[in-house]
């Protein structure tokens, strides 16, 4: 079983950065395929991000691409999400998720949750 917890959300402008973080507990954090997900206001709850146990492969939402950089550090139990050049449209509670299997878009493929951090962008 891993706990996770989310921290690093926060009011930013339009076209600013974040970077949010998710800290795992337990030794076995290399066990598990990483995703981050968000949920709007009045949506359901939308992949993001996700990593390999490993961090050698990335899967992205497309409108995130090219802005938004998922990695790992597994000395450290944690997984983090560069975000960049940040929309209106990317405000959100972001939840970071943990799965034993492969990393996948799934939402209900994720057996474990963070309580979730607000990224709210002003335009």
């Known amino acids: 079983q891993v706990q996770l917890v989310e921290s690093g959300g926060g009011l930013v402008q339009a076209g600013g950065s974040l970077r949010l973080s998710c800290a795992a507990s337990g030794r076995t954090f290399s066990s598990y395929a990483m995703g981050w997900f968000r949920q709007g206001p009045g949506k359901e709850r939308e992949f993001v991000a996700a990593i390999s146990k490993s961090g050698g492969s990335t899967y992205y939402l497309d409108s995130v691409k090219g802005r938004f950089t998922i990695s790992r550090d597994n000395a450290k139990n944690t997984v983090y999400l560069q975000m960049n050049s940040l929309k209106p449209e990317d405000t959100a509670v972001y939840y970071c998720?943990?799965?034993?299997?492969?990393?996948?878009?799934?939402?209900?493929?994720?057996?474990?949750w963070g309580q979730g951090t607000q990224v709210t962008v002003s335009s």
């Open positions: 998720a943990a799965t034993t299997n492969i990393p996948t878009r799934r939402v209900g493929a994720y057996a474990y």
